[in-house]
């Protein structure tokens, strides 16, 4: 029986991921977060690399079940899928997405996915003023593009939803105050 909670925080550029798995990370006792951000190789031969990649993930994760440690993830493969759905990469990844979460849903933790986004979708352009910051090529940090990541993750959200019981799914508005944020993380989570 799981004795830890395994949080997964999606959503897209500027939705607000970095400000929730930081809140999440230090209000929940005994919790490790980690902030992953795929692979940025677009070609066929990068399918490889991120199937690779996530499947590890989930080894690792397997290996913490029961540990009395809670898990936070600031994207996973989640965002490979979405990235792909979109025609960022030259590839489908929907074949490995789905093993993939198939076998995240039987993992031995409370599970939660968590969708942010903003109602007011005029917000992106203030959120994403990032001067002087890497950015991955595919996906320019800009507004349309995260309102397209947005639509993406809210059609992912209510896949699992329908497919997968046992993992509790969210989708939460990030653009009111953030006490507001908070307390309903805090409702949905149980903590």
């Known amino acids: 029986m799981a004795n830890s909670k395994l949080i997964v925080v ?9 400000t929730v798995t930081d ?4 209000s929940l006792s005994y919790t490790n977060l980690y902030r992953l951000c795929g692979t940025s ?5 990068g399918k490889k690399k991120a199937e690779d990649m ?8 397997k290996k913490m079940e029961n540990k009395s440690i809670n898990l936070v993830f600031d994207r996973t493969f989640f965002t490979e ?3 792909c759905r979109l025609g960022k990469k030259d590839y489908t990844f929907t074949d490995i ?4 979460l198939a076998e995240f849903s039987k993992l031995d933790f409370e599970i939660y996915y968590i969708t942010l986004y903003l ?6 352009n203030k959120r994403l003023d990032r001067k002087d910051k890497a950015v ?3 996906s320019k940090f800009e507004a349309e593009n995260s309102i397209n990541q947005q639509r993406v993750y809210l059609e992912m959200a209510k896949e699992i939803q329908e497919k997968y019981t046992n993992i509790k799914v969210r989708n939460i508005a990030n653009d009111r105050d953030f006490e507001e944020t908070k307390k309903e993380l805090k409702e949905f989570i149980g903590y």
């Open 54 to 61: 996530y499947v590890n993930l989930l080894e690792y994760i």
């Open 10 to 18: 999606e959503g897209a550029q500027g939705a607000g991921k970095t």
């Open 81 to 83: 899928e979405n990235y």
């Open 119 to 124: 109602k007011d979708i005029e917000e992106y």
């Open 136 to 138: 991955f090529k595919a």
């Open 41 to 45: 190789d677009i070609s066929v031969e």
């Open 97 to 100: 997405y789905e093993k993939l």
């Open 23 to 26: 809140f999440l990370r230090y």
